[in-house]
């Protein structure tokens, strides 16, 4: 794949990774100085003012937008859980990569109406300005793809604004793609060109890396599927691993998401033995929902909590093997 935008200078190239551990995240809406990062090639230096998005392939007329006009449209605000997939060269680890942030920006229909896709269409393909190297093999721009058909379920947006405020520039400056449901690294940042096209992306972003193995086509694990929709799962936030607690009632309690409504979680004491429904908050639009169980330890001890979600269609998180396994805590409870 060739540059098909002018290459801004890079603050940092190399890979920049912030993990945030499921305890620090105790508020509903997700902080800057808590939100994770994902930077796989670096940080570029965008000028706003020199900035414009693209929209090309299969339209009915191409369109160059500047910053100023991306804001003149009218602006669309979402919650949303957002997740990232984890290393994409081991995509049966969980990593537990989460936020729930707010997201400001302009619907991504709407910008499409006004380049107008045609019917052949089936694919969007979204370009970074970012580039360099990434696992050793050099790319001219971050490149992802989503189906089309994402599209009717709404809410995809060009985003310049996170929390109320806008993008900084390790979270994709001055404009990105944000597509709730789908795990964060389709959400490009740094967004510099949208391409409308009748197949997937073919370069080693989306097709070598970022793709789990689909056993529902092939047992034996060799075909493989783009990492789109985001699969059922939720994390302890209270207590912490290896916390010392009073053989008092205590709750336990986190946060739950799934590409669509959590409909419950259940917890376990015991390792995994017996399983209890937790109470669970209803979902309130793209948001992760909290879950929570009062505990009254049996004995003192050392224990093995663990929680699983299960989704509106009746997905279940697995015990091991993938990025959404099931979250255990060991706590000690002292008398
Ligand atoms: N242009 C570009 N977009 C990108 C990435 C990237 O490296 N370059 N990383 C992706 C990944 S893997 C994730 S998890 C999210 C992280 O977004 P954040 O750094 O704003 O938290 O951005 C995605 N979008
Ligand atoms: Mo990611």
Not at 21 to 43: A, F, H, I, K, W
Not at 72 to 96: A, M, N, Q, Y
Not at 294 to 301: A, D, E, I, M, N
Request: hydrophobic share 35%.
């Amino acid at each position: 794949m060739e540059r098909i935008a002018p290459k801004p200078p890079m603050i940092t190239n190399r890979m920049r990774i912030r993990n945030v551990s499921p305890g620090q995240l105790t508020d509903r809406l997700t902080r800057l100085d808590n939100l994770l990062e994902l930077s796989s090639m670096g940080v570029p230096d965008v000028d706003s003012r020199a900035w414009q998005l693209d929209i090309a392939g299969l339209v009915n007329r191409p369109t160059s937008i500047t910053f100023e006009e991306l804001k003149r449209f009218p602006k669309r605000s979402l919650e949303s859980v957002f997740v990232c997939s984890g290393d994409p060269r081991r995509p049966t680890i969980p990593l537990r990569r989460v936020a729930n942030v707010k997201w400001g920006g302009v619907d991504l229909a709407e910008l499409l109406d006004h380049a107008g896709v045609r019917p052949e269409a089936t694919h969007l393909w979204s370009y970074g300005l970012d580039y360099g190297r990434f696992f050793d093999t050099p790319q001219d721009h971050y490149v992802k793809d989503m189906p089309l058909s994402r599209l009717k379920d709404g809410n995809v947006l060009i985003a310049y604004e996170l929390n109320e405020h806008p993008l900084t520039q390790q979270n994709g400056f001055p404009a990105r793609l944000v597509i709730p449901g789908f795990y964060g690294t389709n959400c490009v940042k740094w967004l510099c060109r949208l391409e409308l096209r009748e197949r997937r992306a073919t370069d080693f972003m989306t097709t070598r890396l970022y793709r789990d193995p689909d056993f529902e086509v092939d047992p034996t694990g060799q075909t493989t599927k783009p990492i789109w929709a985001v699969a059922p799962e939720s994390i302890f936030v209270a207590p912490k691993p290896e916390t010392r607690i009073k053989r008092n009632a205590t709750e336990i309690w986190g946060w739950a998401w799934s590409c669509s409504a959590v409909r419950s979680v259940e917890v376990s004491t015991d390792g995994g033995e017996s399983w209890t429904e937790s109470s669970l908050e209803p979902p309130h639009e793209l948001s992760w929902q909290r879950f929570s169980h009062v505990w009254l330890p049996p004995r003192s001890g050392s224990f093995d909590l663990r929680c699983r979600a299960i989704d509106l269609s009746g997905r279940v998180q697995p015990n091991n093997s993938t990025r959404n396994a099931i979250h255990s805590v060991r706590v000690i409870v002292e008398d």
